[in-house]
């Protein structure tokens, strides 16, 4: 079945460590995006890419980095340089960035603590 | 720019009584909308959306919403509530005219359904 993995669904770190979270689709879709979910903030963008090679800044890239080399595969990093970075993490896809009528498929999320 | 409210960050219902959850919307276009539940430690699932077809939008698991235009509002409902509702539903937003490659969905800031035994 087609769908969005992302692992590990737990993940710990230490201070000061970056860490890399995964996210791989199978359904074809040009663009991807990963969100940051915390209690009662509901859900903000950190990177979206709608193509191969590019991706833009979300709302809060600060401390964040991402690639596109490939259209199944839209890895985060999670840098030293964020503060604040345990969060739920998730991972969406669009057939389509130019078409609205789709909404987004979400992969499972990935749960990051800082230890 | 677009933009969703979602009024009553909780809501408690009893099982079997209506469940109601309310979503405005502002566009400057006639938006797609999208109704998405969250289980604990889990990614969003669609429940159902808006495309311009019918206003009456039936979902998965008995949901159901209705586009309002005259009231922007776009509220979640379900006759009868069951202790597998307990969740939390986002709103969302897009809108409807291409203004290509720059469309996102705007989410709400969510609802977290409790249902009481």
């Known amino acids: 079945d087609g769908g969005i993995t992302q692992s590990p669904k737990y993940l710990f770190r230490k201070e000061g460590q970056n860490v890399t979270l995964s996210c791989e689709q199978n359904?074809?879709?040009?663009?991807m995006y990963w969100y940051r979910q915390d209690p009662g903030q509901g859900l903000r963008l950190i990177y979206y890419s709608q193509i191969v090679n590019d991706f833009q800044k979300g709302d809060i890239a600060e401390g964040y980095s991402v690639s596109r080399e490939k259209k199944e595969s839209f890895p985060l990093t999670v840098t030293s340089a964020q503060k604040n970075p345990t969060a739920f993490y998730l991972c969406?896809?669009?057939?389509?960035?130019?078409?609205?009528?789709?909404?987004?498929?979400f992969g499972s999320g990935t749960r990051l603590t800082v230890v | 720019a677009q933009s969703v409210t979602q009024l009553g960050s909780h809501v408690s219902v009893s099982e079997g009584a209506l469940v109601l959850l309310r979503c405005n919307y502002s566009?400057?276009?006639?938006?797609?909308l999208f109704w998405y539940v969250q289980y604990p430690n889990q990614g969003l699932q669609l429940l159902l959306k808006?495309?311009?077809?019918?206003?009456l939008v039936k979902g998965i698991n008995g949901f159901e919403a209705e586009f309002k235009k005259s009231e922007t509002s776009f509220h979640l409902t379900k006759p009868s509530a069951h202790m597998s509702d307990a969740a939390e539903y986002f709103c969302?937003?897009?809108?409807?005219?291409?203004?290509?490659?720059?469309?996102?969905?705007?989410f709400g800031t969510g609802t977290r359904l409790t249902i009481i035994p």
């Open positions: 969302a937003v897009n809108p409807g005219i291409s203004n290509f490659g720059n469309e996102k969905l705007t």
């Open positions: 969406a896809s669009s057939p389509n960035p130019g078409q609205g009528i789709y909404g987004y498929t």
């Open positions: 566009s400057s276009v006639p938006p797609y």
């Open positions: 808006y495309t311009s077809a019918a206003t």
């Open positions: 359904l074809n879709h040009d663009a």
